[in-house]
Nanobody, 124 residues
């Protein structure tokens, strides 16, 4: 199985920006709905954003709406999460996921492939 690999996490001050990337060498990437989830210490994993197979439709959690944007480049087998106006409460490990999932919901159902996660820490 070819893994998903996240990158781009790090330490940033509140109000700053980061762009996360998730890539795979698997050609099946282009058949997957892709999503981003995050998990903070002591909290359950929560939905952040999802994008349809061809990138034509997106869904973003209310908590990050207007600040985060999900996109994908199927030619590069890569999905991105652009994070602007970061808040301290955005601190979490961010995971990308793919599968035959429904992009319109925040459910983890159908996301069968997951990355190892990348840490995002937002300081005051």
């Amino acid at each position: 199985q070819v893994p998903l690999v996240e990158s781009g996490g790090g330490l940033v001050q509140a109000g700053g920006s980061l762009r996360l990337s998730c890539t795979t060498s698997s050609r099946t990437f282009r058949t997957y709905t892709m999503g981003w989830f995050r998990q903070a210490p002591g909290k359950e994993r929560e939905f952040v954003a999802a994008i349809s197979v061809n990138g034509g439709s997106t869904n973003t959690a209310y908590s990050v709406k207007g600040r985060f944007t999900i996109s994908r480049d199927n030619a590069k087998n890569t999905v991105y999460l652009q994070m602007n106006s970061l808040k301290r409460e955005d601190t979490a490990v961010y995971y990308c996921a793919g599968g035959r999932a429904d992009w319109t919901t925040g459910s983890r159902n159908g996301y069968d492939y997951w990355g190892q996660g990348t840490q995002v820490t937002v300081s005051s």
